[in-house]
């Protein structure tokens, strides 16, 4: 029986138990294109349905899944449940961001420990004060991954929400009324040491600590297109992120599936 929303069966994906998640359907094939450039691995094409394709590749002999999540929690948390009903284990976002500290440039990447929930889809899983935390074998896996692939890292809080305009406080949005309660909202996680605005991460890591008894692992690496609420991003920028992000993970699960640190 296939997964409503993804449109895949527990047989397409055998024994896989890593996912890694971008929200750009147009990254999957790109990023399983890179595991098997590792490994010599073909890609399969598992489905593709709404914002959500799928694809597999190998690495270290262990079949790693890329699904795409869409923009946002809500289908993000969809992919989630439902990658988790098939088998999958290990969940790790790949996407870019917008960096809100200063000494952050474009192409770094950030590896997210935890994140403020200014989302709603992760409610429904866990209350608010529930901490949105990564799994900490996963952020080492990251770290690894980072310094394999010799890319500039940061590790840290992001902020994620759900609304990309006014939930960044950006200033290039149609409405030009910004509610009270998100006035200052950049100023004030800047001073709370916060690295980054994204999207999904919140809900990710919700749901991989909270459900499964501890089954599930959680991670989010993503790379920096631009500065959060003002920056414009370039085509440049978002070359330089995407491809640093994508470099990351796949190192990151190479060191998972392997054990053992190989040159990125």
């Known amino acids: ?29 790109l990023i399983a294109r890179a595991i098997a450039k590792r ?53 790790i976002r790949v996407g870019t961001t917008g960096a809100i ?41 990251l770290m690894e991954g980072a310094e394999m692939a010799g890319v500039r890292w940061h590790a840290g809080i992001s902020a994620s929400t759900d609304a990309f305009y006014p939930g960044e406080e ?18 004030e996680l800047r001073g709370l040491n916060v690295l980054n605005y994204e999207m999904e991460s919140s809900a990710v890591l919700t749901l991989t600590a909270s459900m499964g008894n501890g ?15 003002t920056g414009r991003i370039t085509n440049a920028s978002l070359k330089a992120g995407e491809e640093n992000a994508v470099k990351v993970a796949v190192c990151a699960v190479d060191y998972l599936t392997s054990g053992r640190r190989v040159k990125g």
């Not at 029986?1 to 094939?29: C, F, T, W």
């Not at 990447?109 to 866990?126: M, W």
Request: glycine content about 10%; charged content about 20%.
């Open 39 to 91: 490994s010599g691995a073909p890609v399969i094409a598992l489905a593709s349905k709404r914002e959500f394709t799928t694809c597999s590749s190998k690495i270290n002999g262990k079949r790693i899944v890329v699904t795409s999540t869409g923009i946002g929690g809500p289908s993000a948390c969809i992919a989630i449940d439902e990658l988790a009903k098939l088998g999958i284990r290990t969940f």
């Open 170 to 187: 950006r200033k290039d949005s149609f409405q030009r009324l910004r509610l009270r309660r998100l006035r200052g909202l950049t100023d």
């Open 215 to 229: 089954a599930l692992k959680g991670g989010c690496i993503t790379g920096v297109v631009n500065r959060g609420s």
């Open 101 to 141: 500290q200063r000494y952050i440039r474009n192409g770094d990447c950030i590896i997210t420990t935890g994140a403020v929930r200014l989302d709603g889809a992760s409610t429904h899983y866990a209350p608010i004060e529930f901490p949105a935390i990564a799994h900490h074998e996963i952020v080492a896996a």
């Open 1 to 29: 029986m296939k997964a409503y929303h993804l449109n895949i069966s527990k047989a397409q994906l055998g024994n896989a138990r890593i996912a890694l998640l971008p929200g750009d359907p147009g990254r999957v094939e």
